[in-house]
């Protein structure tokens, strides 16, 4: 017979959809909590991913995949709710520590998250992700943050100019 | 490892970094960073180290070519700083700096009408500070009325040479002012504001501040004035979301009064020393003004019916907002000149508990309200979404009040200035029993410094009084503005 949960989720089990990384790894997990994605979420409204098909994901690999659905799936009820109105302070409480554990994490693995965030086009994990490097950044000066985010050291010609400019203009940065 | 991003991903996240010091640090890291940031730059603050100025703008404006904020403000400039930005100076930046809409101009002593006359020429513009612009008269007003076309947002601070409002009768037919400020400009009286007309009907936020104490022989010669006839009045300001007077005189049917009784949309209502408002005058405000979040009142003594002489508003004002202001926030009621004996606060405490009781109160600022005691802080514990709380010179408070507070379920940020009936086990009771994000004393005779240390995520302990300082010189000179813009 029909897969049952080809149905839009009103028959009591939620629907499911599969993912499958660029490494061939399948996962499964409910509709909603895929549908952070914007990129997915049209696909799934489509009936896709569903059944035996899954979705192939070229860019995304197993292993950044499965931290991408950790966040998905934690997020999924309250983005089902429209976001804030009614949740409890608890439970945004909640939500902002998983968020600050989530990010929590080595520096090559936030690198393949904010590209997934944005091939996936998950705001509120692009925003999570940026608002995580922006606060390494802050506070720092130009060799520390070369140092902390991997920048190469830049040529004597380019620092050069950089520094005439600061140390001609350097009240426009008050 | 980041470097590998493409542009408009480090550009999201340069977006998130707000503070001047970090964008200048991520610039000097590397070329591409550097080009990266200087595309996204939308706002310069420029002053005094601004020389040769027209070189540097036209320098700044090749570097950030997106620049849409710009400020000069020469607060404490001297000759030896070198030429400041005058009508030149204006010129040249109208030349290179095409995306501007927001422009604030402090302190600039050569700037004069030919130089506002450019302005006409930033077709984006939207947006207008003047601060202590001493040369500019209502000619060079007029032509901002006239070629800013897109002109929402007008503040006008201490320019004391603009007398007629010739400007803002034009930008009343042209509607399309949404923010007018006009603070402490010496020549501009309340009447003239009411020459906006028409123009009042898009208005979102209107602030006056009238120079100097209130006129207490006040005389009110208003030119367009006709006994019962409101003709002058008969304008619209219903949209009008946030009400600030200061410093006025009013008397009903003629002047700005009107604005308490045709105001239907306000949520930020502030009025600040100024004489002749009645209960009526409020009972009516919170009868039509239901979406009403924030009311600041600063009230001082007034000869009243009877002969009595006290703050002119009672209970009936704070009974009709408990009433008919269900959204009501954030309330500040301050006392200035008022003693315990004589002359007295309108307000009880019964009062205030009733609008404590009856709100959704988020944050209370009482000041000098003498009418306040340990009873009012039991009403405070049981206000459940009050998260900020300040209480300045409030001396009847004692650690009974304290251990009151210590109960309230919301309570995050405490402030307490010159209240000398507390002690160091009062102030322990509350952050014992509430986790606070901050606490805040100043001056609290009984207070030291061991009991606050480490009592909250923020600490802030002095033995002077700073904020009740500034707070003062601000009732009594009205300097508000220029601290805030400087």
Redesign the interface.
């Known amino acids: 017979m029909a897969a049952p949960e080809s149905g839009d989720g009103n028959n009591g089990a939620a629907r499911m959809v599969t993912l499958i990384s660029s490494d061939n790894t399948r996962f499964e997990v409910e509709a909603a909590a895929a549908s952070l994605s914007q990129t997915l979420q049209l696909t799934i409204l489509d009936g896709g991913g569903g059944g035996g098909d899954g979705i192939p994901l070229p860019n995304v690999d197993s292993a950044t995949l499965s931290k991408v659905l950790e966040y998905c799936i934690k997020h999924a009820p309250a983005a089902a709710n429209g976001g804030a109105p009614n949740a409890t302070a608890v439970d945004r409480a909640e939500l902002e520590r998983f968020d600050n554990e989530f990010v929590n994490i080595d520096q090559s693995v936030l690198y393949s998250l904010i590209m997934a965030a944005h091939n996936l086009e998950i705001e509120g994990l692009q925003s999570l992700v940026a608002k995580k490097v922006a606060d390494m950044i802050k506070g720092k000066s130009p060799m520390e943050i070369r140092r902390t985010l991997g920048f190469p050291d830049p040529t004597p010609e380019e620092q050069a100019e950089m520094n005439a400019h600061m140390l001609e203009y350097g009240w426009a940065y008050e | ?5 493409p542009d408009a ?1 480090l550009s ?6 707000t ?13 591409r ?2 080009n990266i940031e200087g595309e996204l730059r939308d706002a ?4 005094c ?2 020389f040769p100025v027209t070189l ?1 703008v036209t ?2 404006c090749s ?1 950030f070519p997106n620049l849409s904020k710009v400020e000069f403000n020469y607060s404490g400039w001297k000759p030896e700083h070198g030429i400041q930005l005058d009508n030149q100076g204006l010129r040249v930046l109208s030349s290179c700096c095409h995306s501007l809409s927001d422009l604030t101009l402090s302190f600039c002593s050569f700037i004069d009408d030919s130089g506002l006359s450019l302005l006409a020429c930033f077709k984006k513009l939207m947006s207008l500070r003047f601060n202590t612009l001493p040369k500019i008269t209502s000619c060079g007003l007029l032509s901002v009325a006239v070629g800013c076309k897109s002109l929402s947002s007008l503040y006008l601070i201490h320019c004391n040479k603009v007398s007629n409002v010739e400007w803002l009768e034009y930008l009343g037919r042209t509607r399309s002012l949404e923010e007018l400020v006009v603070f402490n400009c010496e020549r501009i009286r309340q009447f003239d504001l009411q020459r906006l007309g028409a123009g009042w009907t898009k208005l979102r936020k209107f602030e006056l501040q009238i120079r100097g104490l209130p006129d207490i022989l006040f005389d009110p010669d208003d030119p367009s004035y006709v006994s019962h006839n409101q003709y002058r009045y008969d304008f619209c300001c219903e949209t009008l979301k946030d009400l600030t007077l200061v410093r006025l005189t009013t008397v009903p049917e003629i002047g700005l009064h009107c604005l308490l009784s045709k105001c239907v949309a306000l949520e930020k209502l502030c009025l600040s020393c100024i004489t002749g408002i009645k209960d009526n005058d409020m009972v009516t405000l919170a009868h039509n003004c239901s979406n009403l979040r924030s009311i600041s009142l600063l009230l001082r003594p007034e000869y009243c019916e009877g002969y009595a002489y006290r703050t002119a508003l009672t209970d009936d004002t704070l009974k009709a907002l408990a009433l008919r202001c269900p959204m009501l926030q954030s309330v500040e009621l301050a006392f200035f000149g008022c003693l315990p004996e004589w002359p007295e606060i309108g307000f009880t405490q019964d009062g205030l508990i009733t609008l404590i009781q009856s709100c959704p109160i988020h944050e209370l600022v009482l000041r000098r309200a003498n009418i306040f005691d340990d009873e009012g802080m039991k009403a405070l514990s049981c206000a459940q979404f009050l998260e900020s709380l300040k209480l300045v010179q409030i001396i009847a408070i004692t650690n009974a009040g304290m251990r009151h507070l210590a109960c309230s379920p919301s309570l995050m940020n405490l402030t307490l200035e010159l209240c000398d009936g507390i002690t160091d086990d009062g102030v322990g009771e509350v952050v014992r029993r509430r986790k606070l994000d901050s606490l805040t004393t100043e001056k609290c005779a009984k207070v030291s410094q061991g009991a606050v240390n480490g009592a909250a995520k923020s600490v802030q302990y002095t033995d002077d009084c700073p904020s009740f300082k500034r707070w003062v010189d601000c009732c009594l000179y009205g300097n508000k503005y220029c601290d805030h813009l400087a």
């Open positions: 490892m980041m470097d590998d991003l991903l999201e996240i340069i977006k998130r970094l503070r001047t010091s970090d964008l200048n640090s991520l610039s000097l890291v590397s070329k960073l550097y310069v603050h420029l002053g180290d601004l540097a320098s700044l570097r």
